[in-house]
């Protein structure tokens, strides 16, 4: 649980919507008490979170796999990247580990497993805008390789030394930065709470974007540390062959229970 002792904002309501609960002003280091918290977590339900941990090296393996089996080599980059754009929905079982130990109780697999049944139809709302962005960071990936390699995306065996070591690398990996960079703040604005605001609440799933995005406005700078640290976390997970995402996922999960219990208020 968050140590709300230590907290050190101020409780601002947004002036834009007077629906929308409170929101918490932080300070910009705050994600590393989020992070020390998603520590304790972890090593209090270790099955659960290392569990969850294994499935997203499992489910990496197996995508890279096949994909190469399939000849779409040039999409492992852009899927790679794209899993953080729906890695909030993955993680709602990890939202729900943190939610019962935060109540005293303990985390079950099957207690764990049912949290997907809880508001199920919004969550599901929201899993399907991350899956729309996907697909439209995909086809922008797509585009993006076939104007720098001409159509002809570099095989497998070449994938590492054409994107990285060729002539066409630094331009390439600009453009993709940017669209990419475009793509995922939308994406990380409208998801950075709602998805954990969704499994504690009884709300619709219009509302839990519009908190996310109020959140972000109202904390920029801890947002973009916050996001940072996202982005840090699963690029070194995914560099270390995906066998850094058993403890980079879980970690990330909680800790993003634990920035929506901070940042969010009860409504008054």
Avoid: K
């Avoid at 720098?148 to 990996?173: C, H, K, M, N």
């Amino acid at each position: 649980m968050v140590d709300m002792t230590s907290f050190r904002g101020s409780v601002q309501q947004p002036q834009s919507n007077a629906f929308l609960p409170p929101i918490r002003a932080v300070e910009s280091d705050r994600p590393w008490v989020w992070l020390s918290a998603a520590w304790r977590d972890m090593m209090a339900a270790p099955l659960i979170s290392f569990g969850y941990g294994a499935l997203a090296v499992i489910s990496s393996f197996v995508l890279v796999v096949g994909l190469a089996m399939e000849g779409l080599e040039y999409l492992i980059l852009p899927l790679a990247a794209g899993f953080m754009l729906l890695g909030p929905v993955f993680a709602v079982g990890l939202y729900e580990s943190s939610r019962l130990m935060e109540l005293g109780e303990r985390p079950t697999l099957g207690r764990v497993a049912a949290a997907y049944q809880r508001n199920g139809m919004q969550v599901a709302g929201i899993g399907l805008v991350l899956m729309m962005a996907l697909l439209a960071w995909i086809r922008v990936a797509s585009l993006i390789f076939a104007l720098f390699y001409s159509s002809q995306p570099p095989a497998f065996d070449q994938l590492v030394d054409r994107i990285f070591f060729s002539a066409e690398t630094i331009p390439f990996l600009l453009t993709g930065t940017v669209f990419g960079a475009v793509i995922a703040a939308g994406v990380f604005s409208i998801a950075v709470v709602s998805i954990p605001m969704l499994l504690d609440r009884d709300t619709d799933v219009f509302t839990a974007m519009a908190t996310s995005v109020a959140v972000v406005r109202e904390n920029v700078r801890p947002m973009i540390t916050w996001a940072f640290l996202v982005a840090l976390f699963t690029s070194a997970g995914m560099v270390t062959g995906f066998l850094g995402m058993a403890i980079a996922f879980p970690l990330i999960g909680h800790a993003s229970w634990h920035c929506y219990r901070d940042l969010v208020g009860r409504a008054r």
